[in-house]
């Protein structure tokens, strides 16, 4: 094993990510215990990585951006037994504290799982964040087959995972989503309406009447809280996982305080969704993929909300 360069995306001050990121080539140290090294094949970007370049969860700097790797093992820390050199994996890069994190050729993983036959290093890339966030919430929840469940903004990566999820558990599922992916939650078998002016009434005519628990899946919109409450029997019964402050106030939960006040899961459904991904029993649209080096376009893409699929980086 040896330390290597690789070229990264990363900032050294926190802002905009267009305006503090940096590509450039950094070196990347031997994997540390309980950690693997992998040549980046794929990253899966999120929202949450332009979180953490405004300062959301903050440590030390430079820091790497692209927290959902796709990669082939090129050397692994002490204590790791369950992977070999030369194994696809596809897990979450441990950002901190070092400029390489996923957008990048190479990365350093803090939990993993093997991709399964049948599943390439693209759509792996596509799941931890957003598998993770759809079946903790769900669960968290107590989403099952007595449940009439809103999903607002199913067309987000992570509404349209919940909205699989939810289905799975046997739920009765209404989804928000504009045109871009409506045939695909149709087709899933959940019932389908357009977010935006009137939205409340068709969703309680979808419903019957209240529905029992709302998934405020889409991007931070101002107001929309107010108007998912006027769906539910109590303000409790909407949770988001991007109007925190809103929902706080008004009474409407956010899934990372359940999270956190539940105790952090344990599990981690990247492993089954994984393979259900690879059995065409679960999947996540590709909105588009970018090379590496066009990781401006890629981020501009995503910033502009409306990707309508996961955002995929090439080295
Ligand atoms: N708290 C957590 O644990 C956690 C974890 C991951 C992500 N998040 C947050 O969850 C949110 C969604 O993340 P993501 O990765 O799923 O996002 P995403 O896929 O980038 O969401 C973009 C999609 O949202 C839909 N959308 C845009 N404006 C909307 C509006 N006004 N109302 C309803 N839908 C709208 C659009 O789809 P259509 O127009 O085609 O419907 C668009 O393609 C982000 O705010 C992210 O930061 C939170």
Redesign the pocket.
């Known amino acids: 094993m040896s330390t290597i360069t690789s070229r990264v995306l990363c900032f050294y001050d926190y802002g905009e990510p267009l305006d503090v990121l940096r590509y450039e080539v950094a070196e990347v140290a031997d994997p540390p215990a309980d950690r693997v090294r992998v040549r980046v094949e794929a990253t899966g970007l999120?929202?949450?990585d332009w979180?953490i370049c405004r300062g959301f969860m903050a440590g030390s700097l430079p820091r790497g951006v692209g927290c959902d790797v796709a990669g082939r093992v090129d050397a692994v820390g002490e204590n790791v037994t369950d992977v070999a050199i030369g194994d696809l994996v596809v897990g979450s890069a441990d950002y901190a504290g070092q400029p390489s994190a996923g957008a990048a050729e190479v990365a350093i993983l803090r939990s993993w799982t093997p991709i399964p036959d049948g599943l390439d290093p693209v759509n792996a890339a596509t799941l931890p964040?957003?598998v993770?966030?759809a079946v903790?919430?769900i669960d968290a929840m107590g989403v099952d087959s007595d449940t009439t469940l809103l999903v607002?903004?199913?067309?987000?990566?992570?509404?349209?995972?919940a909205v699989q999820v939810a289905l799975d558990r046997g739920a009765n599922v209404i989804a928000?989503?504009?045109?871009?992916?409506?045939a695909d939650l149709t087709g899933f078998g959940a019932h389908v309406t357009r977010?935006?002016e009137g939205m409340v009434d068709r969703v309680r005519e979808l419903a019957t009447g209240p529905v029992d628990l709302v998934l405020d899946?889409?991007?931070?919109?101002t107001g929309?809280i107010p108007t998912l409450i006027e769906t539910v029997r109590d303000p409790n019964d909407v949770v988001t996982?991007?109007n925190?402050d809103d929902a706080r106030q008004l009474g409407a939960r956010?899934?990372?305080d359940m999270?956190r006040i539940n105790g952090w899961p344990a599990y981690d459904p990247t492993v089954q969704y994984a393979a259900k991904a690879a059995k065409g029993e679960f999947r996540l649209p590709i909105?588009r993929t970018f090379p590496l080096d066009d990781w401006r376009s890629a981020v501009e893409l995503?910033l502009g909300?409306?990707?309508?699929?996961?955002?995929v980086l090439i080295p």
Not at 176 to 182: F, H, N, V
Not at 305 to 311: N, S, T
């Open positions: 999120n929202p949450a979180q964040m957003v993770q966030t903790w919430t607002h903004g199913a067309g987000s990566m992570v509404g349209y995972a928000t989503a504009g045109p871009a992916l409506e977010y935006g899946a889409a991007p931070p919109v929309i996982v991007s925190h956010v899934n990372l999270l909105g995503s909300r409306a990707p309508h699929g996961k955002i």
